[in-house]
């Protein structure tokens, strides 16, 4: 492995062990079983250039191996014919995919295939987030801009469109300025979410 090196990996909050082999290939190469990732190397390559390509492709790997397993769920693409059938003339939606890959929105929505993409980070919010969501893409099948006659197409499918706005207003900003936050604000900010949810429950 050398010194450079760990024997994990760490990526979204999960533990991966790392084996690395030196072989005659010309590129990088990376597997995953189970929860180990595997590394072909070419010789030549030092372990300071090494270093950086393993976390990047191991990433990308497993970012990948996650978004397939959640899309395996159907729960999603049932709220979405519910969410679908608000609407006077209801959009045809075959599949929902949680993807990781669309990182600046949180949904889209294709005619064409009939698929909504999602942000993975949806599948953690609560429910009625995800409906706002959904009907929000669906909303732009009759009318493409975000006019006033898009919110108010919106809000009369999904009431708590304002309230999902906010709260995925919150999660934006918490998720950009979570590193600059002390210690003792981090603690502060998960120790009331856990009482809110307590509350809530």
């Known amino acids: 492995m050398g010194t450079?090196?760990?024997?994990?990996?760490?990526?979204?909050?999960e533990t991966f062990a790392l084996t690395i082999e030196r072989k005659r290939v010309k590129n990088v190469n990376v597997r995953l079983r189970g929860s180990t990732v595997f590394i072909s190397a070419p010789p030549h390559l030092s372990e300071k250039d090494l270093k950086p390509?393993?976390?990047?492709l191991a990433g990308k790997l497993i970012r990948r191996a996650h978004s397939q397993r959640i899309n395996e769920e159907d729960d999603a693409l049932a709220l979405a014919g519910k969410v679908a059938r608000r609407?006077?003339?209801p959009p045809e939606v075959d599949r929902v995919l949680f993807v990781t890959n669309q990182r600046s929105r949180w949904g889209?929505?294709?005619g064409k295939t009939r698929t909504i993409r999602l942000n993975a980070a949806l599948r953690s919010m609560p429910?009625?987030?995800?409906e706002a969501v959904i009907a929000h893409e669906l909303a732009h099948v009759a009318h493409p801009?975000?006019?006033?006659?898009?919110w108010a197409l919106l809000r009369e499918v999904c009431p708590e469109t304002e309230k999902a706005n906010a709260f995925l207003a919150g999660v934006s900003w918490l998720g950009h300025n979570w590193q600059r936050l002390s210690p003792a604000e981090q603690e502060l900010l998960i120790s009331d979410g856990e009482r809110n949810g307590r509350t809530s429950a």
């Not at 090196?5 to 979204?12: E, G, L, Q, R």
């Open 87 to 89: 609407f006077l003339e």
């Open 53 to 56: 390509m393993v976390e990047k």
């Open 145 to 150: 801009n975000h006019s006033q006659e898009f």
């Open 4 to 13: 450079m090196f760990p024997d994990k990996i760490h990526v979204d909050g």
């Open 108 to 110: 889209s929505y294709s």
């Open 127 to 130: 429910k009625w987030v995800l």
